[in-house]
């Protein structure tokens, strides 16, 4: 049965970067990996995706263009997502998720397998 584990968060000041991972047992090959957040009171939501197809497409939310890069490390059996410029509105509990086929969706609800979520607070 698929496992998924993050890994990496923690606090970071306004405008500072944090890099997180994600692990699948057994390999990642072939799933779809997306990260979520959720923050208090709100919905969870989409961040980024990468498809499990050989393209390797990704897919991001609005909120993490152009500040969050996802990407997979086959060797190593990884997805990492590295965020940079972060804002306080970026904290939250963040999951990653896997699931089968190569579209790389962003809505949760798409997602089968899911970890116990790492928690990022961005604040001075």
């Known amino acids: 049965q698929l496992q998924v584990v993050e890994s990496g968060g923690g606090l970071v000041q306004p405008g500072g970067s944090l890099k997180l991972s994600c692990g699948t047992s057994?390999?990642?090959?072939?799933?779809?990996i997306g990260w979520f957040r959720q923050a208090p009171g709100k919905e969870r939501e989409g961040v980024a995706s990468?498809?499990?197809?050989?393209?390797?497409?990704?897919n991001y939310g609005k909120s993490a263009k152009g500040r969050f890069t996802i990407a997979r490390d086959r060797a190593e059996n990884t997805v990492s997502l590295q965020m940079d410029s972060l804002k306080p509105e970026d904290t939250g509990v963040y999951y990653c998720?896997?699931?089968?086929?190569?579209?790389?969706?962003?809505?949760?609800?798409?997602?089968?397998?899911w970890g116990q979520g790492t928690q990022v607070t961005v604040s001075s």
């Open positions: 990468i498809s499990g197809g050989s393209d390797s497409a990704t």
């Open positions: 057994p390999s990642t090959s072939g799933y779809t």
């Open positions: 998720a896997a699931k089968s086929g190569p579209t790389p969706f962003l809505q949760p609800h798409y997602y089968t397998t």
